[in-house]
């Protein structure tokens, strides 16, 4: 299908006064956040291509990952980050030993891609993206995210060739990143302590950029503050990591004084058991009941999307089973995909979703049958644009 010439023009100034307008509306403060800006500019840039121009990006695009990595993995791009100065090829090359037309050619791509700025001949700056791209929680991303979705992508075919069912086929591995890495996502992680470590890091990472996080979404003080002092009370983050969404409540509520209670599995919690933290840190594996009945709140954030349908439900019981009717609330956050026109990242997180752990982000109604199944009933979804949404629950009267 051609599109003429002048239909083509017209859609590309139509998409320029809307870009005009939302770079207004975000300048004057009336959108949350730059969002619109990006989905618009995306349109644009997709709509000014050619077909082939289109498909071109397309398929070189796995190699911004390959630059990408052979910059942070040669701490190129933590070099000139933490230089701050104008730097060359050269004294990038005596700082990470590496030849310097290895960092001429790295960062030929990663300055066309924006992640450093070219400045003159061979002589590179870092620009706002340069530090949040080579910390250590962000390259934990891209080694447990983006290198697992290159692996799984050499024997993809293969994968769906053998499985085209998936696991529904005796023997089938769970998913095609069991598939591509001989274990599971988490057992491989259990095996793999750098990798492990690369995940947590990652984990808190990933909430830094949130510009409003769960307990700004769900405003837990005056929330609850019908049901009696919240100050005094007890919150459990059931799969909460190293507890970075216990620390950050803290911080925004210093006036909490109760008890906050983090969750996780044995090789996420025991290196920090030692530390002196805001939380009690306890192993527990969440398809076992849960061992702290009747707290205040119970927060299950970013877990769901890793599971099926019959793990969720396993996991959702544990907890309706030790939530006090009436009393206990569970604090849900997730994803919520549009049954329509879902954003880029929602449907990216999906399929990573899908290709790591064979599971997936939900739908609102799907997430109300998952709820529905376990005996708890939605009382509010907190919507959070295309950012996870807080979903309040409460545990049906036995
Ligand atoms: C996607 S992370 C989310 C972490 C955190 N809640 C957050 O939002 O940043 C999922 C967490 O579930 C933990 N997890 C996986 N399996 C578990 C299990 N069986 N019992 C308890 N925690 C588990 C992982 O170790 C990981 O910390």
Same mark, same amino acid.
């Given at each position: ?5 002048? /239909? ?13 307008? &939302? ?27 050619? !077909? ?58 990663? /300055? ?18 340069? !530090? ?15 290198? !697992? &979705? ?6 993809? &075919?293969?994968? *769906? ?6 696991? /529904?086929?005796?023997? &089938? ?25 690369? *995940? ?6 990933? $909430? ?7 307990? @700004? ?26 507890? @970075? ?38 192993? @527990?594996?969440? *398809? ?35 939530? $006090? ?32 752990? @064979? ?40």
């Amino acid at each position: 299908m051609t599109i003429p010439q002048d /239909t083509r023009k017209d859609e590309l100034r139509n998409l320029a006064a809307k870009i005009q307008d &939302a770079v207004e509306n975000y300048a004057q403060g009336k959108a949350k956040n730059s969002s619109d800006i990006i989905k618009l500019c995306q349109d644009l840039q997709y709509r000014s291509e050619s !077909p082939e121009v289109f498909a071109e990006r397309l398929r070189y695009q796995p190699l911004d990952i390959c630059a990408l990595m052979i910059a942070v993995e040669g701490g190129i791009l933590q070099a000139l980050s933490s230089r701050g100065d104008d730097t060359t090829a050269d004294q990038l090359a005596e700082l990470t030993n590496r030849p310097r037309l290895h960092i001429v050619r790295v960062l030929r791509l990663l /300055t066309a891609i924006g992640v450093c700025d070219e400045i003159g001949f061979q002589l590179y700056r870092a620009n706002d993206k340069t !530090p949040v791209v080579a910390s250590k929680g962000q390259i934990g991303g891209f080694r447990v995210c983006s290198i !697992p &979705a290159c692996a799984i992508t050499t024997n993809i &075919a293969e994968y *769906f060739s053998k499985y085209p069912n998936e696991t /529904t086929a005796e023997g &089938a591995p769970r998913s095609a990143y069991s598939y591509t890495y001989g274990k599971d996502m988490y057992d491989y992680l259990r095996e793999n302590k750098d990798r492990k470590a690369d *995940f947590d890091a990652y984990m808190e990472a990933r $909430k830094k950029d949130k510009q409003r996080r769960w307990h @700004h979404v769900y405003p837990v003080m005056s929330e609850l503050a019908s049901n009696g002092d919240v100050s005094a009370t007890t919150i459990v983050d059931v799969g909460g990591s190293r507890g @970075h969404d216990l620390e950050s409540f803290l911080e925004s509520n210093p006036e909490f004084n109760g008890s906050l209670i983090l969750q996780d599995l044995p090789e996420t919690v025991e290196p920090i058991m030692g530390e002196k933290r805001v939380f009690k840190a306890m192993a @527990h594996d969440f *398809f076992r009941p849960q061992p702290i009945k009747g707290a205040r709140l119970y927060l299950l954030l970013a877990v769901l999307h890793n599971w099926e349908d019959a793990e969720c439900g396993i996991i959702l019981r544990n907890l309706a089973e030790a939530m $006090k009717p009436g009393y206990s609330r569970l604090l849900v956050s997730g994803m919520l995909v549009p049954e329509v026109d879902a954003g880029r990242l929602t449907a990216e997180l999906d399929m990573q979703m899908w290709l790591l752990q @064979h599971s997936r982000q939900r739908t609102k109604r799907e997430i109300e049958e998952l709820m529905g199944a376990a005996g708890l009933e939605i009382m509010k979804i907190w919507e959070n644009g295309d950012r996870e949404s807080i979903i309040e629950v409460q545990a049906r009267e036995k």
